[in-house]
């Protein structure tokens, strides 16, 4: 096997189209949609006119053909314009669809996954619990078994694109046992009079809207039970694990967008006739930030391209994660710094990327999580 560390000229091309849609379509709209909390839902449609939500699926399934490396591509340049706008096309275009597509039925594809391909549909992912976060095994939510369908009841917090969303997945766990096979996947569609959807306020990726859903005595019928089968856990694990190193291109656009500007920044500052980034404190900060860049970078890639090669596991995926969003946290800090006053003003971007960069030390699995992960691949039992 040879080893290449050059992007194909296909990869190249689609991060040019993407540097060209963010720069000519969506940047305009980022300010006033971090400031009203509002995702202008409009670019889904976008999207998928440009082939943008189906990246990561075959075209014989009505995608783009595209490889992993491709669809980190785009996380990366979208995130390197607005995390919010990544975040909200991420949660749609993987978490939102990626099972169905695994192993969803027939019926399920033409209904739901099809029309999320072109925008017509949005969706979103609705794992995440107040009592239990991430930690799929300890769900509460539960559906019971009622004649043509299932009855759901429980919560979901911080679920993506809820607010707006036309159908969410939803995990619950269909039998009392605490084992993985007793936990399923569920197509809900949206408004559900089982379903109050409370937007949530944020302090970082504001554009992207977040939900808090209590769920009572929702009905869903029995065609809308994932692949009309029980026990789902290990698609859901498989999901995640591919979706981290997803965000990991996210964590890894943020960070390169934190550096441009502390970059230009200190070539453009000047204090007592010289430029801030020709004083080496300064000048250090940038080239450590430089080199943590370039190892997630690499990081990240690899990562796809054992999803290509269909040999990703969890380990290598957490590692991935906690690399790129440690990395994008302190980059965007550092780039906090270097501004000094000016940092925290909102006519630089370096606030608003630090505090996107925060969510994703937290999201998608926290770094302790993802650190506990990595230890039990070493033998041990955190």
């Keep these: 096997m040879s080893l290449s560390f050059q992007f194909s000229n296909e990869h190249e091309s689609v991060r040019e189209t993407i540097r ?11 300010e006033a949609a971090e400031e009203n909390e509002v ?54 275009t993987h978490l939102g669809i990626w099972p169905i597509w695994k192993i969803g039925t027939e019926h399920q594809k033409e209904t739901y996954f099809k029309p999320a391909l072109t925008g017509e549909k949005i969706s979103g992912f609705g794992l995440s619990e107040p009592d239990g976060g991430s930690n799929v095994r300890a769900l ?21 694109n809820a607010p707006f969303a036309d159908f969410l997945l939803v995990a619950a766990r269909t039998r009392p046992e605490l084992t993985p096979e007793a936990i399923s996947l569920f197509i809900v569609d949206l408004p559900n009079k089982g379903f109050d959807i409370h937007k949530l306020r944020k302090e970082g990726i504001r554009a992207s809207e977040t939900g808090l859903i209590h769920i009572e005595d929702a009905f869903v019928p029995d065609n809308c039970l994932l692949g009309e089968v029980e026990g789902t856990y290990p698609v859901i694990m498989e999901c995640l694990s591919e979706n981290r190193v997803g965000v990991a291109a996210n964590a890894l656009g943020m960070a390169r967008a934190a550096f441009d500007v502390a970059q230009a920044y200190a070539n453009d500052r000047i204090v007592a006739n ?3 980034g020709d004083y080496q404190a300064i000048a250090h900060k940038l080239a450590d930030m430089s080199a943590q860049i370039e190892a997630a970078k690499w990081m990240v890639y690899y990562g796809a391209w054992r999803v290509d090669e269909g040999t990703l596991d969890a380990a290598t995926a957490a590692r991935i994660k906690l ?22 003003m909102r006519e630089y971007p370096v606030g608003r990327i630090h505090r996107d960069a925060f969510v994703y030390v937290i999201g998608e699995g926290t770094s302790e999580v993802q650190r506990n992960i990595i230890a039990r691949s070493l033998g041990f039992k955190p």
């Design 39 to 92: 995702f202008p839902k409009h670019v889904f449609r976008r999207w998928g006119e440009l082939g943008l939500l189906g990246v990561r699926y075959p075209d014989t399934d009505g995608g783009s053909g595209m490889d992993k490396v491709s669809d980190c591509i785009v996380r990366e340049e979208l995130s390197y314009m607005s995390q919010a706008f990544a975040t909200s096309w991420s949660a749609h």
């Design 140 to 160: 509460k939510t539960r559906a019971e078994k009622v004649d043509g369908g299932w009855k759901l009841n429980g919560s979901k917090l911080y679920i993506t």
């Design 274 to 276: 010289k430029r801030i």
């Design 323 to 344: 690399i790129a969003s440690e990395t994008a946290l302190a980059v965007s800090e550092q780039a906090i710094r270097i501004h000094g006053g000016a940092g925290i």
């Design 20 to 30: 060209r849609l963010c720069r000519d379509e969506m940047a305009s709209l980022v």
